[in-house]
């Protein structure tokens, strides 16, 4: 492991003649030197030659289609040097095109830094190759994916996108195309072995292929698995994990699938439940399952697990090795751990003797791995001996937390190495997340590249479902494993430009990345498929939004999202014709979907709100709910029926919910009653405040929330119409300080409206008040404005503090005041991961943990300033992201102090630990649906004024996302207070 890891190291940094990530190495205007790829109609040839590998050959009959995409014409692809006479695209592999090893022989090809390297390759330009050919471009590999990979990063040179296909991404016309001069070397790859598991497939992959690739199957079959192994090929990844459900044709039960998986070069594996590559649900006898049983019927298995081996030994293959029972679930036969581990080790024996007598005598030069899913991590940690050149993969807790890495002497004692097998999809407990992409990029980089660091490098697998919408979250995780320095603290941000740039050019790529950046972090808030808010089993229940408090999180949420829906159908009108129907599958229909069904939810919750209150407004909120669930069936029959004239015919479920009934059916649903509701005979007004749940009484005087210049924020106050018939209304404020936003003279319709103070106005005191006073001219209604403005301590004093408002101080993490770095630690903001602001954590994440006796010497520390304007006892609420911790089976640790008071040691157990592999633990599942944990700490502050709070670093891994300090004042909320830092302080 180690050395495959140095070469990788030594290979990436090697660049030269200027091919660097600020120059462009591909041009449309002829400079001195370029190679001439195309100029209008008269292209340089492609050879490629006939002995060269089946990978290499296909993969140069596909860049002669990309310069055809670009160009408008297809150059022609030669496998005879004789009718080389001019310049030509020469593609070959080392050791298996004689023109390559030729030009190498010659002095011509320098290939010393490829030669023998997993996966690698160079583009160069070579003068006078032939005697008939004066100039060339090369893509020479080290081996056949390698050469592959050349070809097509030429291809994302000229600008065809590797999901030209599968994303229907057109590329710019060019009339001519020239390549810099040069060399340029790529790989070996960060990760050796990277691919996709596709899963999940019954609702999308397999309707849809049945139908179209592969509808003489009526399955996924061989045309379908041609075009994802193409894509594999153009992401730089190089395995597969096929489908595997009971509804799929397994994928070997095809002959032609293993031969077309061979043809594009990709190696072959099977999932955590499936050993030595067979598909159990599709090729056990259904009809003696009982069978599939090692300790009684070791034979049986064995001539099961020796049948495939026979016909598949001869193809590059990565076998799963272990069992577990025929599909997702614990193996059948032994009782308890230590059987288990037993009976575990004797398979591994078995097993490994049929890899030595069908695939290769010496079992350990040939890739296995053993994945250690859900229960069977217990039985791995329970002193099981898995072969040391085996690669041990770990999961992920379904919901994008890796739950184990190995320890140094785990790394020492396993030349295999280790893995990672990660989702971005799954279908299970406590709730699925089937439908769309709504992993943040941020939380992909923070897990693997943490996974990397502890050397898991060897295995990188990602659960993608049915492939489509998650091209985002595939591009991303493969481009990590490709270059695991490409994308780090200082460059994240850049990611999802340069995935917009890449697929819509330029002009409006910065606008759609800021649209899929809000995007994402509103989907960490809450899944679109976890708008469920009771756990499986329990009651239906509302959710934790407040619609009272801190300016209406349900309705800022509605808005949040209309904002980006509006922009991407603006947006998408701008765009040409060629780039509509992949900007409505990348962008366009993930927030369009996401959005509706969020927006249907918060109609119904709406709804049920006036329902209670008496608001005749919930006829509106019902229209609404009604109105996005038909436009959210519109937008996904569009995908279905029309997208791109109909190519994904049936790829989108047509209940886009389906794969999670008890979201459907518990959470989009108008509430009881609604069509009973009447509103009074007479004309009326009511009146909703912030901070209060019910309407006001005729006559009734209420307070808003306290008012202060620190944070300057804005209260909400909602006049709605209590009869048949509309009332008209005034509201009156008692002083002109007191901004009232939207309000007219006289009003008639119903109106949501915010109250300010205008701070250049309002008069200092520590009690200032005013009111405003809505009448209908039969009721009325008296709202105070209570203000805290004194004029001892102004804003200005409190620059760059969290100052206290309505008795809470609300820190995002990330705008730490100070921090101290200690023994080559650091605390780092995570760009874009957390549901309110970025979390911030230590790195690098191998960096030794803190004795709690030597924190406030050892242990790196944030510092956030806060003011009080009352002393006593606070509760301190963390907010976390639900990281696992580095160390197995120990808690999330880190440590507290204000100002010099005793250092104190937050130890967070809950949601940690055994309870992920049953998935039964209900502080986790908690955990992963509000993507985040939380716990809380009690403080004595002994006086008001400016105040300190220190995060020690106690352990790595820990993920600081908000800080709240209640002192009295704390609302029940789905996110908590906004921030109250003083306005122009932060980082």
Known sequence: MKTFTTTLILGILTVTNGWGADVSWVHDSYQSGDFKLAQGALLAPV??????????????????????????HKPEVVTDLTKLDSPTVIIGTLGQSPLIDKLVADGKLDAKQIKGRWESFIITTVANPLPSVSSALVVAGSDRRGTAYGVFEVSRGIGVSPWYWWADVTPDHKDSLYIASGTQKFGPPSVQ???????????????????????????????????????????????????????????????????????????????????????????????????????????????YWAERLQTNGKYENLYTIGMRGIHDGPMQGPKGETQ????????????????????????????????????????????????????????????????????PEQIAARPGGFGVYYHAEYLGAPMSYAWLDATPPALIWEEMSKAYAHDVQKFWMLNVGGLKPREVGIDFFLQMAW?????????????????????????????????????????????????????????????????????????????????????????????????????????????????????????????????????????????????????LETATNYYNTDLAAGKWLGFMPDDVLQKDRSYRDAALHLPAGIDQFQPAATPGIGVMVEGRANPLQAGEAVSLPLFDPYTAGTRF??????????????????ADWINLTGVQSQNAQPLNFKVAVDWAKAPKGANVSG??????????????????????????????????????????????????????ATWQVIPGLGRTGDAVGVFPTT??????????????VLEYKFYLFRAGDVTIHYNLIPTQPLKYGTPLRFAVGVDDAPIEMVSITAGTGREIGAGTGRAWQENVLNNTTATTTKQTIAAAGSHTLKIYMIDPGVLLEKIVIDNGGLRPSYLGPPETLVAGAGK
């Open 193 to 303: 072995y990277r691919g996709i598991f596709i899963n999940d497939e019954d609702w999308g992959l397999i309707p849809w292929a049945s139908k179209t690739l592969d509808a003489k199957t009526g399955n996924i079959g061989p045309n379908t698995y041609a075009k994802i192994c193409e894509l594999l090929l153009r992401l730089k990844a190089n395995t597969l994990w096929p489908a595997m459900h009971e509804v799929s044709t397994a994928f070997n039960m095809n002959p032609d699938n293993k031969v077309v998986a061979d043809q594009y070069g990709i190696v072959m594996g099977s999932s955590h439940c499936e050993p030595l590559l067979r598909n159990n649900v599709g090729e056990w006898p259904k009809n003696n399952q009982a069978a599939y049983n090692f300790l009684t019927n070791p034979d049986g298995v064995t001539q």
């Open 47 to 72: 050879y490629v030659a006939p002995e060269d590998f089946e990978c290499v050959r296909l993969a140069g009959n596909l860049f002669a289609d990309d310069v055809e995409r670009v160009t408008g």
């Open 717 to 734: 106050v909602d006049v709605f119409n209590t009869g048949n018939s509309s009332a008209k209304w005034s509201v009156k404020s008692s």
């Open 771 to 824: 009111n405003i006073v809505i009448t209908d001219g039969q009721s009325t209604y008296t709202v105070n404005v209570p203000v805290y403005n004194p004029a001892e301590l102004r804003p200005e004093r409190l620059t760059g503090q969290f100052v206290e408002s309505n008795g809470v101080v609300s820190i995002l993490a990330q705008h730490f005041n100070n921090k101290s770095d200690k023994r080559g």
């Open 340 to 407: 288990i581990v037993d009976t575990l080790q004797k398979i591994f024996a078995v097993q490994r003797d049929l890899i030595s007598k069908y695939v290769n005598p010496d079992p350990t030069k040939v890739p296995q791995i053993f994945c250690a899913y859900k229960e069977v991590l217990d039985y791995y940690l329970h002193d099981m001996q898995v072969p040391p050149d085996v690669t041990v993969v770990f999961p992920d807790d379904n919901f994008g937390y890796i739950r184990y890495l190995p320890t």
């Open 847 to 860: 960096a030794p943990s803190v004795d709690i006796a030597r924190v406030a010497t050892d242990a790196p």
């Open 483 to 631: 270059d695991i320095d490409k994308w780090n603290l200082k460059t994240l941000p850049d990611y999802l430009t340069s995935y917009a740039k890449e697929q819509f050019g330029p002009a409006h790529a910065q606008e759609i990345a800021d649209m899929m950046a809000a995007y994402y972090r509103l989907g960490y808030q809450r899944k679109p498929e976890h708008l469920q808010w009771n756990l499986r089993g329990e009651p239906a229940r509302p959710s934790d939004f407040s619609y009272t408090d801190y300016g209406n999180e349900g309705q800022e949420r509605y808005a949040a999202y209309e904002n980006i829906r509006q922009g991407a159908t603006r947006l998408e009108n701008l765009l040409p014709a060629s780039k509509k129907s992949a900007f409505y599958e990348l962008i366009s229909y993930p927030i369009q979907a996401a959005a509706l069904a969020n927006q249907s939810f918060i109609a119904s919750e709406m709804a049920a709100n006036d329902l209670k209150q008496g608001n005749p407004q919930v006829a509106k909120w019902a229209g609404a709910f009604n109105q996005f669930t038909a436009q």
